[in-house]
């Protein structure tokens, strides 16, 4: 099982700055299979990065993805006060089970 | 549009079967190249992948659930289901479906998600 760990736990950025989350896996994640999410209170989870560096429909492009192999990095470039929420990352590897981060809460 | 609803008991009590149906509407279950999946989140937990099944009919599971779980569809409903056996409370959670890319293994249309507690 690929394990992905994400840090720090908890961000705290006040409006404009620029918010980085790491995660980070236990082996090789080919790029093709890595995705972050954003999840608000209540909400589902949203789709914001795919192929560990493209953004998904109608994302803003102060969202970005980078990485390869075990280290990939999400960054918001500039934090609008609707950013608070929790980001996770996820594989899709060659077998199951298909796994998430723990997750980074953001807090504006 | 592509839209994934969750329906199903909200309380199940320990040893029973847990069964959820996602109905989807925009979108055929049987033309891919997707998977349709269910992942679970405890409260004020991270998310877990249950398991899916593809456009042909086969499924994939979660080695630890695994024994407890089964994920059939539905074309004629453009539906697909979810069934974990022998429940626990530990198996209270918001349970989510999700379609996933084939190709690139990402969860881009979700449902709102059922929340299911365990409980006698």
């Known amino acids: 099982e690929i394990v992905l760990t994400q840090s720090p736990g908890t961000l705290s950025l006040s409006p404009g700055e620029r918010a980085n989350f790491s995660c980070r896996a236990s082996?090789?994640?080919?790029?093709?299979?890595l995705a972050w999410y954003q999840q608000k209170p209540g909400q589902a989870p949203r789709l914001l990065i795919y192929?560990?560096?493209s953004r998904a429909t109608g994302i803003p492009d102060r969202f970005s993805g980078s990485g390869f192999e075990t280290d990939f990095t999400l960054t918001i470039s500039s934090l609008e006060p609707e950013d608070s929420a929790v980001y996770y990352c996820?594989?899709?590897?060659?077998?199951?089970?298909?796994?998430f981060g723990q997750g980074t809460k953001l807090e504006i | 549009q592509v839209q994934l609803q969750e329906s199903g008991p909200g309380l199940v009590k320990p040893s029973q079967t847990l069964s959820l149906t996602c109905t989807v509407s925009?979108?055929?279950?049987?033309?891919?190249?997707?998977?349709w999946s269910w992942i679970r989140q405890p409260a004020g937990k991270g998310l877990e992948w249950i398991g899916h099944?593809?456009?042909?009919?086969?499924?994939n599971y979660n080695p630890s659930l695994k024994s407890r779980v089964t994920i059939l569809r539905d074309t004629s409903k453009n539906q697909f289901s979810l069934m974990l056996t022998s429940v626990t409370a530990a198996d209270t959670a918001v349970f989510y479906c999700?379609?996933?890319?084939?190709?690139?293994?990402?969860?881009?249309?979700w449902g709102k998600g059922t929340t299911v507690t365990v409980s006698s």
């Open positions: 192929a560990a560096t």
């Open positions: 999700a379609r996933i890319s084939y190709s690139y293994g990402y969860m881009d249309v």
């Open positions: 099944i593809y456009t042909s009919g086969n499924a």
């Open positions: 996820q594989q899709f590897g060659d077998s199951p089970p298909y796994t």
């Open positions: 082996q090789s994640v080919y790029s093709r299979y």
């Open positions: 925009g979108a055929s279950i049987s033309s891919g190249p997707y998977y």
